[in-house]
């Protein structure tokens, strides 16, 4: 069966693509006349006698047209010499351009008197193929000093005027003088009454119903060598033309149909006589392109609803997904099958060679091979689709232009596994009872001693000295014995960061030692902003997070969080001058403290003291009652107060820290860097237990005897 050629035809009521094109625009003239008889030309349009003498040509009269003249006074230079229309000058329309089919030519008279031309000015006979539309040619001429005769810029011939008023204004316009492709074009003036436009070789064209256009334009239709010829993805087949309008009209009356059947072309395969409707010139458009079931159409690529552009054959195709969505895989790994799609024709056959793009939608993550092609069964499918590196959603889309159901995305869920060592279960208690959004005293206050407070601290029985407790668990599911492994634990509030506090008693024969299997642990909590060792920043009365870490020298295997709420102490340390060094069984150093009291009554029996830790190390460091801040001893009233003087019995002594091996305590003190754990208690029931007020860690170093 011989295959009828592929016919375009468009009815000026589905829209093409995204631009509306206009004729392109001819070069500019440095001459004073521009027509086929120069070489910068159009060279299917002629002015004839009397403007010039009459030319030569060869082509195709284009009857079709509803040309337009128009006259622009020139501005000129210093000179005196024309440059282009005057645009503060009125423009002159001659009259209604007449068809003379005898002639093979168009002509309007110029009666030079209505109104009156100004005899020192140059003028500009310009012809358009509508109004508005470009400039097919134009020619300058001036007035001379009789009134009856027009001189012609250009070539100096002199036109004489008929009647002494009138001048004959006649030119020729041929088939190609819109179009860049003679071969195979089309051109026409369409106006309000609706018309067709038909290419030379019967391939392409536009029937406009009445009223489509409310004014007239020149439509132009031209075969495209350019490929491909639609933006789209779709297989495209042979006959791309371009459809535009001179001026282009922002959008026609009505909308535009792409690949209607269309009687008034001439294509190979005749069609019978449409059946009587008012909508008898529709064809299925199926019967356009032979043989079936290859139906060419074009899909209404783009957004501009009643406007020409570039109209071709294409493959209609739907996209759907064949494999690879809703995939679960670890964050930051490949999914196990990549993403696939299957792509077939409106008979259900598959297309090969089609374009499929793609792309990370959401996630982050990447892909190889995104820029895929359709195989002999339809299917694309991605090189590889890694996930991003968080957990939860991503999403990956597959694009190919133009095809129904597309763009298609693809949805995969990235996880993460659970290392194997990790916190098997972390509870904060504050205050001696669990709360759900446990409270921490931004300023370091410690909690009470009794009831369920008093805890087993590292495995000596020791009382718990920090503001919060840390209980927890971990789990170690290797089979080695791990070390120098810790807990640790920091305070976050936006940009601030503080470390809080740290273990490494996990259950192991020694501190650091975690054994294979489940090991629990527990470790005191004090968040304050003068414990600076380690983090930056300042914490200030608010939400905030505890952080825990468990770590391994620098590798970090797992983290847990708890949301708390800092607040201020009542009783606190407001500043204190601490040494930074203490020589171990040195003498006693005297330091100062000032301790300010807002509960609004005065505290009895509160003890100003202090601690040294390191390592495994827990020793006292001096103190006493405080003395000066109340009418007695370990009186402190409400307000601010400076510390320099505490009593024990009936002595009193400066207040002092004193680093010593053979103070209360645990632990043997080694020159290095430990920490001054300053302590305000009292002892309100005088029942010989103290409730621990405030505490403040201060860096010191120890230095050998």
């Known amino acids: 069966m011989k295959r009828a050629p592929s016919c375009l035809a468009a009815l000026a009521t589905v829209v093409a ?23 910068a030309g159009n060279g299917h349009f002629f002015f004839l006698p009397p403007l010039v003498t009459r030319p030569t040509s060869s082509g195709t ?7 337009v003249v128009d006259i622009c006074q020139l501005a000129v230079d210093a000179s005196g010499n024309p440059l282009h229309c005057d645009q503060t000058a009125a423009e002159i329309k001659p009259g209604t351009v007449l068809l003379d089919l005898t002639d093979e030519q168009y002509h309007v008279n110029w009666h030079t008197d209505q109104p009156p031309i100004d005899m020192t000015k140059f003028y500009r006979i310009q012809v358009r193929g509508a109004p508005g539309a470009h400039v097919l040619g134009f020619a300058d001429i001036a007035p001379v000093a009789s009134g009856s005769q027009f001189q012609n810029v250009n070539t100096g011939q002199y036109i004489g005027l008929v009647a002494g008023r009138t001048l004959p204004i006649n030119f020729r316009i041929e088939r190609g003088a819109f179009c860049t492709n003679q071969a195979d074009c089309g051109e026409g003036t369409i106006g309000a009454g609706g018309a067709t436009v038909i290419t030379n070789t019967g391939l392409a064209g536009a029937l406009f119903p009445p009223n489509a256009l409310s004014s007239d334009a020149v439509v132009t239709i031209e075969a495209v060598t350019e490929r491909p010829c639609l933006p789209i993805d779709l297989l495209q087949r042979g006959g791309c033309y371009q459809f535009t309008t001179d001026p282009g009209p922002t959008t026609f009356n009505q909308l535009v149909i792409p690949n209607v059947a269309a009687h008034f072309l001439t294509c190979d395969e005749p069609h019978p006589p449409p059946p009587p409707s008012a909508l008898g010139w529709l064809r299925d458009a199926v019967d356009l392109l032979m043989p079936p079931p290859l139906f060419a159409a074009h899909l209404g690529i783009g957004g501009l609803t009643g406007s020409f552009s570039r109209i071709g054959w294409a493959l209609p195709a739907q996209m759907r997904i064949r494999g690879g969505d809703g995939q679960t895989t670890p964050a930051g790994t ?41 195989d002999a069964t339809g299917v694309a499918v991605v090189g590889s689709w890694t996930l991003g590196p968080g957990a939860g959603a991503n999403t990956l889309v597959a694009t190919s232009r133009g095809a129904v159901g597309s763009p ?80 640790d634990a920091w305070i976050d509030q936006g940009p601030v960061s503080r470390n809080i506090g740290s273990s490494g008693f996990l259950g192991g024969p020694q501190i650091g030692f975690l054994q294979p299997g489940a090991a629990d642990f ?54 204190f001058t601490a040494p930074g060094t203490l020589t171990i069984g ?52 409400p307000g601010t107060c400076t510390v320099t003087t505490v009593t024990n019995g009936s002595l009193s002594s400066d207040l002092t820290l004193v680093a010593s091996n053979q103070a209360s305590g645990s632990g043997t003190e080694v020159a290095g860097s430990a920490v001054v754990w300053l302590l305000i208690e009292a002892n309100p029931c005088c029942i010989g237990a103290y409730e621990n007020l405030y505490g403040l860690f201060v860096p010191v170093t120890l230095v050998g005897p």
């Open 17 to 39: 693509c995204r631009e509306q094109r206009s004729v392109t625009s001819p070069p500019a003239i440095a001459a004073d006349l521009s027509n086929g008889s120069v070489a």
């Open 408 to 487: 298609i995305t693809f949805a995969a869920t990235g996880n993460v596994l659970a290392p194997a060592v990790r916190f098997n279960g972390v509870t904060l208690r504050t205050n001696c009872d669990a709360s759900t959004t446990p409270t921490l005293d931004i300023s370091g206050a410690p909690n009470g001693y009794g009831g369920d407070c008093v805890i087993s601290l590292y495995g000596r029985g020791d009382v718990d000295y920090g503001q919060g407790v840390v209980r927890g668990s971990v789990m170690n599911t290797t089979t080695s014995v791990l070390v120098n492994v810790y807990v």
């Open 61 to 67: 009269f284009n009857p079709d047209l509803r040309p």
């Open 334 to 374: 490949a999914v196990a099958t990549p993403p696939s799609v299957t792509v077939k024709d409106s008979s259900g056959a598959p297309v090969p060679g089609e374009a499929v793009t793609f792309t990370v939608g959401s996630g982050g993550g990447s892909v190889t091979g995104g820029a895929a092609t359709t």
């Open 522 to 575: 527990i470790m005191p909590i004090t968040p304050s902003n003068a414990f600076t060792l380690f983090g930056t920043g300042t914490l200030v009365p608010g939400p905030a997070t505890v952080r825990l870490r468990l770590v391994q020298g620098t590798t970090e295997f797992d983290t847990f969080t708890i949301p708390v709420t800092l607040i201020n102490s009542p009783v606190r340390i407001v500043n």
């Open 586 to 637: 040195g003498p006693p150093v005297a330091f100062t403290v000032t301790i300010t009291n807002e509960t609004g009554v005065t505290i009895n029996n509160v003890v100003v003291g202090g601690f040294l830790l390191q390592t495994d190390v827990r020793r006292n460091a001096g103190g006493g009652l405080l003395v000066g801040c109340g009418p007695n001893p370990g009186d402190l009233d």
